[in-house]
């Protein structure tokens, strides 16, 4: 089956700098870093980053949009090498409060506000 099709969320290309966080299993941070997403949708991410994530690790992403910026927790699906220095990891989002659903909402719909006509849904 076609992954567009098997996707609960539709996924916009993004190309933005994201902070995340690697949390320990108590939800302590153990390192900060910069990644950037690739794509987003109200249920995750993809993230390339410099370093390999470990597949079930909790991390935290503070995303911006304009002034507002707010902080996501979510959870290493997947990992894989990209390109020829990188790392990709698809993040599903955990339980995301209201304002948190309310900023991606908005971060998607600027995605798609400027994307390329033809490559919407």
């Given at each position: 089956?076609?992954?567009?099709?098997?996707?609960?969320?539709?996924?916009?290309?993004?190309?933005?700098?994201?902070?995340?966080?690697?949390?320990d299993?108590?939800?302590?941070?153990?390192?900060?870093?910069?990644?950037?997403?690739?794509?987003?949708?109200?249920?995750?991410?993809?993230?390339e980053?410099?370093i390999?994530?470990?597949?079930?690790?909790?991390?935290?992403?503070?995303?911006?949009?304009?002034?507002?910026?707010?902080e996501?927790?979510?959870?290493?699906?997947?990992?894989?090498?990209?390109?020829?220095?990188?790392?990709c990891?698809?993040?599903?989002?955990?339980?995301m409060?209201?304002e948190?659903?309310?900023?991606?909402?908005?971060y998607?719909?600027?995605?798609?506000?400027?994307a390329t006509?033809?490559?919407?849904?």
């Amino acid at each position: 089956m076609d992954n567009l099709k098997r996707r609960k969320y539709w996924r916009e290309d993004s190309l933005n700098l994201i902070d995340y966080v690697i949390l320990d299993q108590d939800g302590n941070p153990i390192s900060r870093r910069m990644g950037r997403t690739l794509n987003v949708s109200e249920g995750g991410c993809l993230l390339e980053t410099h370093i390999p994530l470990e597949q079930g690790q909790t991390i935290r992403l503070t995303v911006a949009l304009d002034e507002e910026m707010v902080e996501l927790e979510g959870r290493v699906a997947h990992v894989r090498q990209c390109k020829e220095m990188g790392y990709c990891s698809g993040i599903e989002f955990l339980q995301m409060d209201p304002e948190g659903k309310r900023v991606i909402k908005k971060y998607i719909e600027a995605l798609k506000a400027s994307a390329t006509p033809g490559l919407q849904e």
